[in-house]
């Protein structure tokens, strides 16, 4: 996968047209000044390797996600890959509350992106890694807000892409829950597949990736091996010596 | 071509999300499906009761199939014209009732104004389905007609369809055009000859002739509204049984055509901003 001199700009706005009205008045003049979410990123991510990305908040990473999720589109740069992506920004986004955990299973997966063909199959595969078999034809709005990211989780994580992106929803679910998680990027890893994911927890970043990004107000200061770019981005941060 | 392939792959997915307000519509309610008959039975009560009653409306009877009520022949009207309002009202909130789907997940978006179109006309297929069935006890002869009011029911769905592909994209950059469509959806079901027989808007229009010296009646401005021509051929067909007038049925493709190939247009053009614009 590669990124190139991607660059992501916003407009911020003092006053904004969102009213026929004052479009009219104001004559289809919005008053903004641009905000430059990306300048300019660029790197490479090998195939089959574990990728982080790292930053303080508001640095862009999340950006840089939905950018590569095909949710925004950068204004100018490329990005480039091969196969399948899946990004999983949110677990259990487009779950009816009414409807069972069963239809929601089906509901949730065609709208990552799988056949009807390909989720039958994984079907069984998805309740047991969600843990949730015993109330699986419940509605889920009934789901305990666990149980509900769970199946999401499940859902999501079993689209089988060779590109997968993530940000930040490791921290679901109890302790048991995060090690099956944890297995199942390993998994991810060891099938050849790319990942690329977004956190915090210098820790989780530092066991499971190969290499890392530090991104700081937008624009790109360090990429290489994991464990040299998290003690560069530590070292920045205020009152580091401490640590 | 590139993009409509994309479409076409989304189907499953599209399916997905009409079966999703399918099924959620009528959970834990009682009558279930039976509450898509009642908002069009209420307006027919009252309609028929203002009208036929009251003001004393009389509609020419069905030629050739002699029929002569006005429910009935009121309803071959009202049940396209309120499918075309809903999908056109529910498709345009569609965009903005799944921020939370658009903005984290990729998929192609116009499934979601799309999908509106699908668990509508489920709704107005069993509408029209009962509507059928108290035609055929009323004494009409439908059944041969059937196939061709279903031709016309699809291509009233595409119209609908462009142009709630219009004002989705619109509704995301102005929240104005829920509000302002609504209106709107009110004055253009007065407009098409509904709940009055469109003869006497022609008797008013000869009395006044040309316009402004031109030969311009104020019937030909009338007739411009394509909701006209698709009330009058569901009527020609279910309630006069016989073959639609060419003509309308006709520029009812050619409207149906022209508007969806628009809202795709626009559609694909806006697609991409979406996610931001929100």
Request: aromatic fraction near 12%; hydrophobic fraction near 45%.
């Amino acid at each position: 996968m590669e990124i190139e001199h991607v660059s992501k700009k916003f407009r911020l706005y003092h006053e904004r047209n969102q009213s026929i009205k004052s479009a009219i008045m104001r004559g289809r003049r919005s008053v903004h000044e641009d905000f430059w979410a990306l300048k300019d990123v660029g790197f490479e991510v090998p195939v089959g390797s574990t990728f982080g990305l790292i930053g303080s908040n508001g640095s862009g990473k999340s950006t840089l996600l939905k950018c590569l999720a095909k949710i925004y589109y950068p204004e100018t740069g490329r990005i480039t890959y091969n196969g399948k992506i899946a990004a999983l920004l949110e677990v259990g986004s487009g779950f009816h509350p009414e409807l069972s955990g069963r239809e929601n299973i089906f509901l949730n997966g065609s709208i990552l992106g799988m056949s009807k063909k390909e989720i039958t199959g994984k079907f069984d595969e998805i309740v047991n890694f969600s843990g949730v078999e015993q109330f699986i034809d419940q509605p889920v709005k009934n789901y305990s807000s666990g149980m509900y990211v769970r199946l999401g989780f499940s859902v999501a994580i079993n689209v089988n892409p060779d590109i997968l992106v993530v940000d930040e929803v490791l921290a679901v679910g109890d302790t048991e829950f995060q090690a099956k998680c944890a297995q199942k990027f390993v998994d991810f890893k060891n099938e050849g597949r790319t990942v690329i994911l977004v956190s915090h927890s210098m820790e989780s970043v530092r066991e499971m990736c190969d290499s890392a990004a530090w991104l700081s107000h937008g624009e790109l200061v360090k990429v290489g091996p994991a464990d040299e770019t998290i003690t560069a981005y530590l070292e920045s941060l205020p009152g580091a010596s401490a640590a | 071509m590139r993009y409509l392939k994309e479409v076409l792959q989304s189907r499953e997915l599209l399916a997905n999300l009409t079966l999703r307000e399918i099924r959620g519509q009528y959970k834990r309610t009682i009558f279930g499906q039976l509450w898509s008959l009642v908002n069009p039975l209420a307006s027919m009560l009252v309609y028929t009761l203002v009208f036929a009653f009251i003001i004393r409306v009389q509609p020419e009877a069905g030629d050739p199939s002699g029929l002569d009520i006005f429910a009935v022949w009121l309803l071959c009207g009202l049940l396209p014209f309120a499918f075309f309002s809903n999908v056109v009202q529910q498709g345009m909130g569609s965009i903005l009732g799944n921020v939370g789907l658009v903005q984290k997940v990729y998929f192609a978006r116009i499934v979601l104004p799309l999908s509106k179109v699908g668990s509508v006309g489920y709704n107005w297929l069993f509408e029209m389905g009962v509507l059928v069935v108290v035609l055929v006890i009323c004494g009409a002869f439908v059944w041969p007609w059937l196939p061709l009011v279903v031709v016309t029911m699809f291509l009233l769905a595409v119209f609908a369809a462009g142009l709630a592909l219009i004002l989705a994209v619109a509704n995301v950059h102005f929240r104005d055009t829920q509000y302002f469509v609504s209106i709107i959806m009110q004055i253009w079901m007065y407009l098409t000859p509904i709940i009055y027989p469109i003869s006497l808007v022609a008797t008013q229009s000869d009395k006044y002739g040309g316009l402004f010296g031109t030969s311009v009646t104020i019937l030909d401005i009338y007739r411009i509204n394509p909701m006209e021509r698709f009330v009058a051929v569901f009527r020609q067909l279910l309630y006069d049984n016989r073959w639609p007038n060419p003509q309308d049925f006709l520029l009812c493709a050619i409207w149906a055509l022209a508007v969806f190939c628009v809202g795709l247009w626009v559609f694909r053009r806006s697609e991409k901003g979406l996610a931001e614009a929100l």
